[in-house]
């Protein structure tokens, strides 16, 4: 999706003959809070590859508080494509296998890095508006006592979202607005032959997000 997003982004914002007018574009930054959810299942093997034990935790959620920039081009007074990138990772909490006791604990965490979503934002005269995206994050999965896990690479989801916009003075906006997002299942193992085995299925999330918005 990543070789898509860049191509669709090289031909709008193409310095060509059909190049952007700098009055078409608007670029910002949004604080977001969100809280995320997935279902998750854990598998232990032995040595001979039987399985052990398996662990589910269905619903397991947490929040966290993160920044993303945005750059829009509208194509008129109501439609705009926009690309936003968030540089810091959504983090989850540790989590720790106490069944292993003491200091041999597993534990396992996972960024969310690169977080990328390009989107379509149409806007009503009295501010608000609604935003259909598509996203792309890389999963960096962290773990002690357990081997190394592979990262499970990128997962593709979507965005919808409603909002309101404000405008204020020289070209300056302030929008609020509230996100559902939905992403791809995931799943990773550490690698050792009496493996651990991990699935992450139904990712979802709610995000909160306010945003300072400067047209050109």
């Known amino acids: 999706m990543k070789k898509i997003i860049a191509t669709i982004v090289a031909l709008v914002f193409s310095t060509s003959a059909y190049a952007v007018e700098l009055s078409n574009l608007s670029v910002g930054a949004s604080l977001n809070h969100g809280l995320y959810g997935a279902d998750g299942k854990e598998e232990n093997f032995t040595h001979t590859g039987t399985l052990e034990k398996t662990t589910k935790k269905d619903g397991a959620a947490f929040v966290d508080t993160y920044a993303t920039l945005f750059l829009e081009l509208a194509f008129n007074d109501v439609v705009s494509l ?3 990138y968030a540089p810091d990772a959504v983090t989850t909490p540790t989590n720790i296998n106490d069944d292993e006791g003491g200091t041999d604990d597993i534990t396992v ?3 969310f890095n690169d977080l990328t979503t390009l989107y379509l934002l149409a ?9 259909v995206g598509f996203s792309q994050m890389d999963i960096d999965v962290q773990s002690t006592n357990a081997g190394t896990y592979a990262d499970p ?13 404000h405008e204020a003075a020289a070209g300056v906006s302030v929008r609020a607005e509230l996100a ?4 791809d299942d995931v799943s990773a ?5 009496d493996k651990n085995t991990i699935e992450v299925t139904d990712m979802r999330g709610v995000t909160g997000r306010i945003s300072l918005v400067k047209s050109f």
């Not at 559902?180 to 992403?183: L, V």
């Not at 193992?189 to 032959?193: A, C, E, K, Y």
Request: proline fraction near 3%; avoid cysteine.
């Open 123 to 131: 806007k009503s005269p009295i501010g608000v508006y609604g935003k």
């Open 109 to 111: 965490k996972a960024d």
């Open 189 to 193: 193992d550490n690698g050792q032959t």
């Open 82 to 84: 926009g690309l936003s």
């Open 153 to 165: 690479g990128t997962t593709d989801g979507m965005e919808i979202a409603l909002g309101y916009e």
């Open 180 to 183: 559902y997002h939905d992403f």
